[in-house]
């Protein structure tokens, strides 16, 4: 065999395990940085001096930048419609699951995704917006699984369940705002009072 056929290409990873496991190193670290200081801002360069790899191998890995962005944030979302669906199925019911579900996310706030996107979507081609957004509606089914199954059971009124879930997910992003976690102490406190304003309005 040549030198020529055997010569790798550069950033290559040496064995598969080491390849995936370099590859989520990547989309984790772009995910925290992309989170954290939007699309534009983040360069390849900076995402490969976080995670200690090369730009050859974050080519190797992803075709681009838009690549990248969406495999991360498709990833992030996934995620999160994972960690939904553990904890409203552990929980007692829906009102504890839903006030867990918002301890946590008020406890991890990041900019809106819709923020995020409109910053993205002019280096984005319609797939990987798509793609995007299919792993975002992925968490509003699994929130609107569990709401029709308390309308079923008479423990909400009726109601388009993917509205709800779309108006929970909305009423989350008061974590974004960090006065008022000086206003209402502990995420829990929030995470309570958000719940039972969501299921028993302002009446």
């Known amino acids: 065999m040549t030198e020529k056929s055997t010569k790798r290409l550069p950033g290559r990873p040496k064995h598969a395990e080491e390849d995936i496991s370099i590859q989520q190193t990547i989309i984790q670290t772009a995910s925290k940085l992309f989170m954290e200081y939007g699309y534009e801002t983040v360069t390849l360069q900076q995402i490969g001096k976080s995670c200690s790899v090369s730009k050859p191998t974050i080519y190797y890995h992803f075709t681009s930048k838009p690549e ?7 990833t992030m979302l996934q995620n999160v419609s994972r960690l939904t669906s553990h904890m409203l199925d552990q929980a007692e019911d829906l009102e504890s699951g839903l006030v867990c579900l918002a301890e946590a ?3 991890n706030p990041h900019a809106e995704i819709e923020t995020m996107l409109r910053e993205a979507e002019p280096f984005l081609d319609p797939a ?34 993917y509205f709800l879930a779309e108006t929970f997910s909305t009423m989350m992003l008061m974590g974004n705002r960090e006065d008022n976690h000086h ?11 958000l719940v039972d304003l969501f299921l028993r309005g302002a009446q």
Request: overall charge positive.
């Open 68 to 74: 990248l962005f969406k495999v991360a944030f498709t």
């Open 105 to 107: 996310r008020l406890g």
């Open 128 to 161: 990987q917006i798509q793609d995007i957004r299919a792993a975002e509606h992925g968490i509003h089914e699994v929130l609107a699984t569990h709401f029709q199954r308390a309308m079923d059971q008479n423990g909400l009124q009726t109601d388009d369940p």
């Open 183 to 193: 206003k209402y102490g502990s995420n829990l406190s929030l995470g309570k009072k």
